[in-house]
């Protein structure tokens, strides 16, 4: 162990002595010294650093005449408020008659009285009997609130005849009317109710507020309807 360490000051005591010649002979300690006596060093050991030279700013406010043109120069001063302009609002055309949309003003609603409603019920109901006296076609009566003819135009239907007759996902329910004329809706299965389509066929028909709806399930995904009036005048009175 000792004769290892002997070795290894030995070597290193060489490699010393090596560089120390090597610095002698590129001159490296004279010059090593020159730098540190040359005056260049002392002064800039002794001036401050550029950076850290900052020079206050200071910000001088002054009054200046806004130069105006001669031919504006004796005029008075222009004032300037706020106007409220009355805005011109435009109806939008709508996809069923084009007309402004009376369909969602809600101050314009109008109501059927109890007896009204009754009435037309009464008469649906009729129209109800006579069809199940002709065919085995299900069947149910709708009446019109609000809420179907106007704002929204959601249609619920009764859920035991959803459940019973009509399918079990969303499809595509045609609805005829007494002229024949074929109306597509989409049947929400989930919600028991008739979504798109539903509005213009309301809108064709010119739907309020108490009418009675008779549907007459007569296939898969078909119903024919009859439209009973309220306020509509009953059987041997003057139309």
Not at 29 to 44: G, M
Not at 153 to 182: A, M
Not at 183 to 188: A, I, S, V
Request: net charge positive.
């Amino acid at each position: 162990m000792t004769a290892k360490a002997s070795e290894y000051e030995e070597i290193r005591r060489k490699r010393l002595e090596e560089n120390k010649k090597r610095m002698e002979a590129l001159n490296l300690p004279n010059l090593s010294q020159a730098l540190h006596t040359s005056p260049l060093s002392k002064s800039k050991s002794h001036s401050p650093s550029p950076l850290k030279r900052v020079k206050s700013r200071t910000i001088e406010k002054q009054v200046v005449v806004v130069r105006r043109s001669s031919r504006v120069a004796n005029m008075p001063a222009p004032v300037y408020k706020e106007v409220v302009i009355d805005r011109v609002v435009t109806p939008r055309s709508r996809r069923y008659g084009g007309s402004y949309d009376r369909y969602r003003d809600y101050s314009k609603r109008v109501y059927a009285s109890d007896e009204a409603r009754q009435e037309a019920l009464d008469k649906a109901d009729k129209i109800q009997s006579d069809l199940q006296s002709k065919s085995h076609h299900p069947s149910f009566v709708k009446t019109m609130l609000q809420s179907h003819v106007t704002g929204g135009f959601w249609l619920g239907l009764s859920v035991q005849f959803c459940k019973t007759h009509l399918p079990n996902r969303d499809e595509r329910i045609t609805l005829i009317d007494e002229d024949g004329d074929e109306y597509e809706t989409l049947y929400l299965a989930r919600k028991t109710g008739l979504s798109a389509g539903w509005r213009g066929f309301s809108i064709a028909h010119n739907l309020v507020d108490g009418d009675a709806l008779v549907f007459e399930l007569i296939s898969r995904t078909t119903f024919k309807v009859y439209i009973v009036r309220v306020n509509s005048p009953g059987e041997g009175e003057e139309q």
